[in-house]
């Protein structure tokens, strides 16, 4: 009896040293389960430490991957859908202000070959326009005002036309078309209209799930086929087309009938993905997309759980890419944020006020550049709408800003991050990060001896780079096949002396730092070839939480079972 008042007395010390802590300990466990109130932060331990009793996922974070060295912010936008040409300027000005490098940007095949095949007119609405006008116009101008903006554009080739379809819209606006040349060929005019100002297309969007495909069921095999011919017409327009799949919707059912929608099914986002490698899929995109949504839980949530829905489900999808034989693609986030509807409007995405919206969306993008190196871009989910005509559905709630141009917190928040984030985070990087600034005389060096075909060659003596990194150490992958060079380096302003590369190896500049920001300045050699960027990451205390907590179990249960034996 004396050892179960032991424990108990044990207990109750954990307990008040526990309140004394509340703050500290809440901190810690909102860093790792996204989740703020006490109970709901205990249930999601109990969850994380279950999890961490499966076996380890692959995710290959050390590897170099193509197409991950990317400006990481990106913006979804709906300018097709802004009547005013200044309403689309401004959207763009303001996203670019806020300093995002990217926007995902539909161009539906609805509305630019609307009545035909080959018929690139819009006569829709010759009363206000005075007879027919070019479909490519607005698209021109979305087009010029990105490239004024500097931000990149993301194309999703989607929606098809009702021509297109011998059913017209029977299964819906959104399902694929009867033949896939005429999509293909769609495809094909676009990059040809916007060779070498685009070079980036999805296609299509969210195919496991109603009404994405259709009113029919899901189909992984159909949507492969789609992907693999467009892929195709893409890359014979331009090779250096970068190709992302659909991104898919984290979802549960598998392929089970709707009762809403008796002949549409959703589809299993991760049994989905399997069936389109085992269809072939593998060979047909550069890039794979995925949505990001937290849903219920903040972006810290380290919870993989294959039956909810969290920001870390991407893991499941890295794993599976990484057994399929694609370690070295990227993954790429199509859409993530946190939905802030009012208390009056029903929603299934979660609900959190504005101020929690703002500061999730950091986070994610905190985490993304610190803990994924196998993430290349996220797109914010989503600017504005033209209207509010939809202010009564919880999605209209995702916005960033009102269609009358007010900005709600979460921009500020994210302008404020993104203005210090450019840095690199743990990983394998090439040469082309966008983090990285090359001055003082640097080519691009092409050969196949080079990761991924590429690196950056010193031609002066005054060839520098710098960069900031969030990491604990850091190295320099040199070319292989290059002559041993001298380095000058120094780190934080102190000079690291002289350094000398003697084989091809990566080159350890600094090792055991502290995971914090360091300002990393190179004086290379002419002749040399730089081929990528090595940050370390600190050990994770993960293996010691779980030891911890099974050890208080352990203890707990022995004093149970000592006193039920006494």
Known sequence: MRRLWVGVAACGV?????????????????AHTGEEEPLSQGRALIHLMLGALRPPLDL????????????????????QQEVEPAKRAEQLRLIAAAGFGWIRQEFPWQDIEIAAKN??????????????????????????????????????????PSWSRADGEARGPFAPPDDLQD???????????YRGRITTYQIWNEPNIYPEWGNQPADPEAYTALLCAAYARLKAVDPEIVVLSAPLAP???????????????????????ERMYAAGAGACFDVLSVQGYGLNSAASDERLRPLQFNTARNLLVRDLMVR????????????????AAPPEVTTIFGRFSEAQQARYASLAYERMQTEWPWVGN?????????????????????????????????????????????????????????????????????????????????????????????????????????????????????PLGTLTARDTTPMALARG??????????????????????????????????????????????????????
């Open 119 to 160: 018929d690139f007119s819009d006569c829709r609405n010759t009363a206000a326009t005075g007879g027919c006008i070019s479909a490519w116009d607005k698209y021109d101008q979305i087009v010029a005002e990105s490239e004024a903006n500097n931000l990149r554009i993301l194309v999703r080739l989607s929606s098809p």
């Open 378 to 494: 996220m797109m914010f989910w989503f600017f504005k709408r033209a209207s509010d005509a939809e202010k009564d559905q919880a999605w209209y709630y995702f916005r960033m800003a009102d269609p009358d141009f007010t900005l709600r917190p979460v921009y500020a928040s994210l302008r404020d991050y993104i203005a210090g984030a450019r840095f690199i985070g743990p990983g394998w990087f090439q040469e082309d990060h966008w983090a990285i600034d090359w001055s003082g005389g640097w080519e691009p060096a092409q050969d196949d001896r080079y990761t991924f075909g590429g690196a950056q060659r010193a031609t002066t003596p005054a060839a520098t780079l710098a960069f900031d990194f969030v990491g604990s150490g850091v190295k320099l992958d040199l070319a292989s096949g290059e002559p041993s060079a001298e380095f000058r380096a120094t780190l934080d302003g102190q």
């Open 60 to 79: 290959r974070p050390d590897i170099p991957i193509r197409h991950t060295g990317v400006n990481p912010f990106g913006m979804n936008t709906f300018l």
């Open 14 to 30: 954990l307990v008040l040293v526990g309140w004394a802590n509340r703050g500290a300990l809440s901190a810690w466990a909102f």
């Open 183 to 193: 999509f293909t060929d769609f495809a094909a005019t676009v990059a040809e209209r």
């Open 251 to 273: 979802t549960l059912p598998l392929g089970l009938a709707s009762p809403a929608q008796p002949a549409a099914t959703d589809f299993n986002d991760l049994i989905y993905l």
């Open 324 to 339: 399929h034989g694609d370690a070295a693609k990227a993954l790429w986030i199509s859409e993530i944020n946190w939905n």
């Open 513 to 566: 730092l502290s995971n914090e920001r360091h300002h990393l300045e190179i004086f290379a050699p002419v002749g040399v070839i730089i081929d990528g960027i090595i940050v370390e990451r600190p050990s994770g205390p993960h293996p010691l939480i779980l030891a911890g907590v099974i050890l208080a179990l352990l203890v707990v249960s022995r004093a149970v079972m000592s006193s039920s034996s006494s």
